[in-house]
């Protein structure tokens, strides 16, 4: 094992260049990073033919730490550009890693059209629930009651579900995963990458210091044992009642669907062009 994470570390770290990191000390993020990282190497894909895309916030400094094609794009907009990128080279695998409020918040639009559409990207979202780089601030997904920076008294809107509106918005494959279950979620990343059309992997995480120590959560190890305690598998959650459900963390795969995709559709459109022309 020794070796292996040795040869995962040169591989596909910008292990002389870019560390030490500027995540918290137990924060899910580096966890993130590992699966992704041991994803791509069970698919054998080849680090020019990848491209990680991901927006502003934690999350948003993952591409900095990786070793190959990546880019760091303004709030919100990753998907923009990964789409762009996908448009202008299909051959090329494009994944984009962003946080629940930039994802959902000033990104919600485009992640909504960009499932719509079942673009040929992977969406990876980790959710840890609060605005953690610019100050804690409430994001789409605090829970009702939580504090935050901008809730010193409790949030009182109500929160949605980020895998939930995939699939309704048309994701082609959606999955939900936490950083505790690291062997599921080593499986969901590569399952979504390898997923023809747009495919979504919600990362639930842990941000003890905005979040967690607000609301007395603990520290990262509790806030982890606190989603093994909540967990339940998609298999599971179908056999319980709403009551049962609720507060529970549903895991695994909650859609895995096959349709037409922009990005082969768009290219027969292109071809029909061509032969009227």
């Excluded at 080849?46 to 934690?58: N, P, Q, R, T």
């Excluded at 939580?146 to 008294?153: P, V």
């Excluded at 009642?241 to 895995?256: C, K, M, N, P, Y």
Aim: net charge positive.
């Amino acid at each position: 094992m020794p070796e292996k994470v040795e040869r995962l570390r040169h591989d596909y770290l910008r292990h002389d260049k870019k560390f030490p990191h500027v995540w918290c000390p137990g924060c899910g993020n580096g966890i993130v990073l590992g699966a992704l990282i041991r994803a791509i190497d069970s698919l054998k894909l080849e680090k020019d033919e990848l491209v990680l895309a991901s927006g502003i916030g934690c999350a948003g400094r993952m591409p900095v730490y990786v070793d190959f094609n990546t880019l760091h794009t303004t709030h919100g907009r990753a998907l923009t550009f990964a789409t762009g990128i996908k448009l202008a080279n299909p051959s090329l695998n494009v994944l984009t890693v962003m946080g629940d409020g930039d994802a959902t918040a000033i990104g919600g639009n485009h992640f909504i059209h960009a499932a719509r559409r079942n673009l040929d990207l992977t969406a990876i979202i980790i959710n840890n629930q609060i605005y953690g780089m610019t100050g804690g601030q409430y994001s789409p997904t605090t829970p009702y009651g939580s504090k935050a920076a901008t809730a010193a008294y409790g949030h009182i809107e109500h929160a949605f579900s980020i895998a939930e509106l995939a699939v309704t918005a048309g994701a082609s494959f959606v999955a939900r995963g936490t950083v505790y279950h690291v062997p599921l979620l080593d499986k969901l990343i590569a399952q979504g990458i390898s997923k023809k059309g747009f495919s979504v992997i919600e990362i639930i995480s842990n941000c003890h210091i905005q979040y967690g120590r607000r609301n007395k959560m603990g520290d990262p190890v509790t806030m982890m044992q606190g989603f093994k305690d909540r967990a339940v598998t998609v298999e599971k959650a179908a056999t319980l009642s709403a009551e049962e459900l609720h507060d529970r963390i549903t895991i695994g795969v909650l859609t895995d669907v096959d349709k037409p995709n922009y990005t082969e559709e768009l290219q027969k459109i292109r071809d029909i062009a061509k032969d009227k022309s």
